[in-house]
């Protein structure tokens, strides 16, 4: 892995967040990547219940003060960054008031879904982007963790196909059974459409529950890898009809060789 560049996008990462499966799972590929001598960047929003004074975040004045498009609304996109103790390990946050503030993940108190979430994981898939151009860092490989980060694969082929930063990127995506119940926003595809992506690019998400969300995210991904022993069946079977390389689950312990034997075997 030495020098090659991989951009690690999660919905969660420890330690800023709660220890799961997702986030120890982003921290620890990041790490390993890191311990070979590779080089990573590491994306995830900045919840509300973040901490931002006991993490040390701070606001990077030269990333931030571009407004994005959601949905024909203006959103302006703050960056703050914070390093992970002892890790030497740079995590870039992707910020705005009104998707970000509030002091949860994805749902009220109730367990209700929060319904901009569709707009939430819009702007956070085309924040990570920006920030990255601005950066003019180009990654050999996207790892992408978790839901709220699965927009980013078919944003990176459909909305910036033409960036040449990204011409050379190729898209691993973990899938993980941490889904949400129901669906996101009925008129979900309507604001990605906004975006100019063409509708047949996201007919698997017209029904926009967990699991064609997942499979939208493979369909525009170069490889996938099963980072959890168990995920929902219907993903599994659709699984069994895709062409994509598949990495099967390993635990924490011993997914380090794996992981990079499949990065640049299969992958790159």
Known sequence: MKDKRVLVVSSEVVPYLPENELSTSSFEVAKMIHSKGGQTRIFMPRYGLINERRHQLHEVIRLSGMNLV????????????????????????????????????FSDEDNNLFSDNDERAIFFAKGVVETVKKLNWSPDIIHVHGWMASLLPLYINEYYKNDPLFSDSKIVTSLYNNGYEGELNKDFINKIQFDN??????????KPNYTNL???AIENSDAVIKASEELPEDLLEYLKTSKKPVLEYFSEEEFDNAYTDFYLNNVI
């Open 70 to 105: 959601i949905n024909d609304m203006d959103m302006p996109l703050i960056i703050k960054v914070a390093s992970i103790p002892k890790e030497r390990m740079q995590v870039y946050f992707i910020d705005n008031d009104e998707y970000f503030k509030r002091k949860a993940l």
């Open 197 to 206: 992506i063409d509708k047949e690019k996201i007919e698997t998400i017209s």
């Open 214 to 216: 997942l499979i939208n």
